[in-house]
């Protein structure tokens, strides 16, 4: 009998251990999305790894982390930010990471002011400011032309071809910031096919409360 309990003992203790060990080992893993651990994207040819902290007891930064700005302009953005637009989150970003952009059907649309994005930005992305593709915020002939020549559109006399256009995920600083969205209706207002525009409505403060990476553009 005392041998039978003894046997016991040890078998619960084993997998107790065996459970623990499971425990930490998926504690101390932060992936971004159950199926996708990291992701690689080019750089102006050099690969960077996009990846959440790895320190569980980490914290936002604080400039991200504010309840309360003036609005506005800083008011609280709608989900849908155009008829016929998506709106998507961290993990169609970092499917879309996956897919289009690295095949190269795709572009992250940083659609900040320049001064926001040279304090750090989402690894793979692009900087055109809204300011350059609605007319309504100051864009001009030149700067309209700049970026829908960067996402393939083909100008035909004083119109635009955008039947070979790439995919866009158009983003700025979290739900409450207004950038991208008129940056997505200043496109649409060119003709840019709804279809071919993303939302990623939570931005650098989502971006950043996930823990994930930003890289600073030389």
């Known amino acids: 009998m005392f041998i039978t309990n003894t046997r016991i003992i040890n078998t619960l203790l084993h997998i107790s251990s065996l459970l623990l060990i499971s425990s ?14 990291f992701i690689e994207v080019d ?21 991200y982390a504010k309840t309360s700005r003036p609005c506005p302009p800083f008011c609280a953005q709608p989900i849908i ?27 992250l649309v940083d659609a900040r002011t320049t001064k926001w994005y040279e304090k750090g930005t989402i690894p793979g992305s692009i900087n055109v400011p809204f300011t350059h593709v609605s007319r309504v915020s100051g864009a001009d002939d030149f700067t309209i032309a700049d970026a829908l020549e960067k996402f393939g559109a ?22 409450w910031c207004g950038q991208s ?14 279809e071919k525009l993303y939302y990623y409505r939570g931005g650098m403060q989502l971006w950043k409360i996930f823990g994930l990476n930003v890289v600073v553009p030389k």
């Open 24 to 37: 930490i080992s998926y504690a101390g893993k932060v992936n971004i999305t159950k199926d996708i651990d």
């Open 43 to 63: 750089i102006a040819g050099k690969t960077v790894k996009v990846e959440r902290n790895q320190d569980t007891s980490a914290v936002i930064d604080p400039g």
């Open 81 to 107: 930010a155009a008829e016929g637009v998506k709106t998507i989150g961290e993990m169609e970003v970092a499917q879309f990471m996956n897919g289009k952009l690295k095949d190269g059907r795709g572009i």
């Open 154 to 175: 083909v100008q035909k006399g004083d119109d635009w071809d955008f039947s070979n256009v790439k995919y866009l995920v158009l983003w700025c600083n979290g739900p």
């Open 181 to 194: 969205p008129v940056a997505i209706r200043g496109l649409l207002n060119l003709g840019y096919p709804a």
